[in-house]
């Protein structure tokens, strides 16, 4: 029972880790994009049809990721070339993912889909309670945990890293050290978008393996609030995706174990318990307020 | 770039406007209003079949646009205003949410006629129709209580509104009319439309017993994972065999073409009359797809209730029923009336959960 829920858990929490670690890397340096249920659910779809047509889940995976990558491009070329409002251009790039994926998958609606297998690890997969959680996943959970230890060590270990968080922090003096922002951030923006495709990619070829319009249903804003609430660590990120992810799974539970607490009450608990949690966890201001992208949000012009 | 120019106008007029096709001055409009797209797999795209349905059957006589994804509210009422000055004789609006914007826009033309689905409130020229879900539901329960080993049954609900809780009464029912003993899990999902989380709320369920599923929300996941489980499950709104070759053991199909092609015809003839219609079985507006995976003595079971709750002589609310708490609601023999089963708001006995309120 208790592995059949952690199993569960596993599968809701990945999505949201994913393209918050995503979301996470554009914001690091410091441009805001809302756009992550649409690259999510473009991804989402470009996967499920290219699995569909191929019959390879993936090349699908790779088709979602591409997907949501070459969807933020157009985010990139409209808020860092052509410096449009970022949070206007965000929300636009959501109503367009919603609409466009909806005509691209008008034919995909009711086919059975294509279902990613986990990998299962010889041996390893045998031991108890342990080998089926960690050792017989799909290939999306194993990227999810390989994100967040990648995202942790890029931006606080390596140079590109240092240099993504300078432009987050104050642009105007990363491009006096030759930095090129403009370059920089469109690379971070594609990041955010290629996680939110394979986010959406999860989506369709493992949680749920079908197609149905709009199936993202609102989980590329949590993924967004975990970045802020996780005040934009990495590990915080995972914590958060997994804390809602369970009290999500758990009120199910519990309302079909009949302990007669009001569903409404439950329904909202996944929200509430994320946020005081991960509240709890930054409650300290200043390491907070160092780790927040002062120039989040900001357009950036070079003027020579 | 012109090309591009004209090719972005006309998909934007496709996707904005009427998808009709050309006018004809002899034709008679016959207009839809959904609050989801065509393929939504669900509620609106069975609004759509019944809409091809009418253009089928009256061919060059009618023509039927539509609007697409017409959000409930403020917004509502431009679009179906906007149908209304565009010729249309009837309009069909199609969500419960259009009620209010349906209400206004009829007493603005007198001479349009509208018909509100799912809603209370009508006029001269405005008629109120829905369907007796809860008929099919009652058979669901009966092929439930048959075919249960553990005599469990999980229920995916959606929001605690009377139409829900007369499903799961329904189907409660229907199990205990084979199985006395006969549970029935609900989990609420507190959504019409999550995949995933309708997907959890059908793992949970199983994890915790249940060896049968059935659902008040609109895809197919639920479908999807009782599959990959092993065990039996309903479709809803949509024949879902597709998602569950072997799992689907009947569905609930909404049928409104029968009901549209009706209505139209009676506006054709010059019959049209404001009513307040709630079709059932009988009169085709919901129509069980075919019993599959059950044996044969289950099948011809669920044929003879359906027979039976056609012609009138079964009624799925006729006491003596319990209410959840063991108080009487209905004595022997009597049946419950529309009034009470429009406002629903309590369970009967059986219905293992607590009532949202």
Redesign the interface.
Known sequence: ?LE??LL?IIT?STPLVIAAAGELVTERAGVLNLGVEGMMIMGAVCAFGAAHVTGYPVVGLVAGILGGALFSLLFGFLTLTLVANQVATGLALTLLGL?LS?QI??SF????GVKLQPIVFPLLSDIPFVGPLLFRQDLTFYLSIALIIGVHWFLFKSRTGLKIRAIGDSHGSAHALGINVIRTRYLAVMFGGACAGLAGAQ?SLV????W????S???GWIALALVVFASWRPARVLAGGYIFGAV??LQ??A????I?????FL?MLPYAVTIVVLIIISHNRRTTLINTPACLGKPFVPDR | MKKLIIALAATAATLGGFSGGAQAADKTKVCFVYVGTRTDGGWTQAQDLGRQQVDKTFGDKVETPYLESVPEGPDAERAIERMARSGCALIFTTSFGFMDATVKVAEKFPKVKFEHATGFKSGPNLATYNSRFYEGRYILGQIAAKMSKKGVAGYIASFPIPEVVMGINAFELGAKSVNPNFKLKVVWANTWFDPGKEADAAKALIDQGVDILTQHTDTTAPMQVAAERGIYAFGQASDMIAAGPKTQLTAIVDTWGNYYVKRTKALLDGTWKSEQIWDGLKDGILTMAPYTNMPDDVKAMAEETEAKIKSGELHPFTGPINKQDGTPWLKKGEKADDGTLLGMNFYVEGVDDKLPK
């Open positions: 029972m059949a829920i569960t809701a609409g909806g998958g008008e609606v009711g086919i059975p989506l949680y749920t393996p079908q149905v319009e709009n199936m249903a609102g989980r999500g799974i199910l539970h309302q079909a174990f009949g007669g607490v009001p569903s409404q329904s």
